[in-house]
């Protein structure tokens, strides 16, 4: 068996928390219940991706604070930063719903490790 790969390249390449191997997501914003390599059910409970939202909150936060800034710092109108801010927004929507989630797994496998499926 091949060795796991490291935990943040797991992590940027959205695999399993726990074996590292299984694609987390199904296709662009849907998940696996499990993961295809070890059956570890990502959702653990019901509810259990509400820290993820708020997760997804400050990474969308942190996105836009300094598009914002900037464009007002050159004298953008309000209409043109509401635009372009919306626009921003829905580009990183999808990017920031995934990112979310797995961030969110991997924390909660260091505060609360599984080491295999039940
Ligand atoms: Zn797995």
Request: aromatic share 10%; hydrophobic share 55%; net charge positive.
């Amino acid at each position: 068996m091949p060795a796991q790969p490291a935990l943040l390249v797991a992590l940027l390449a959205q695999r399993c928390p726990v074996c590292r191997r299984g694609a987390i997501f199904s296709g662009w914003l849907e998940l696996h219940p499990t993961c295809p390599a070890c059956g570890l059910r990502f959702e653990r409970e019901s509810g259990y991706f509400l820290v993820a939202v708020l997760i997804g909150y400050m990474f969308a936060i942190a996105a836009l604070v300094p598009v914002c800034v900037a464009l007002f710092l050159k004298g953008a109108a309000v209409n043109t930063v509401f635009a372009v801010l919306c626009c921003t927004a829905l580009i990183l929507t999808p990017i920031i719903h995934r990112f979310a989630r797995v961030l969110w797994l991997y924390v909660d496998q260091q505060l609360h490790p599984r080491t295999k499926a039940p």
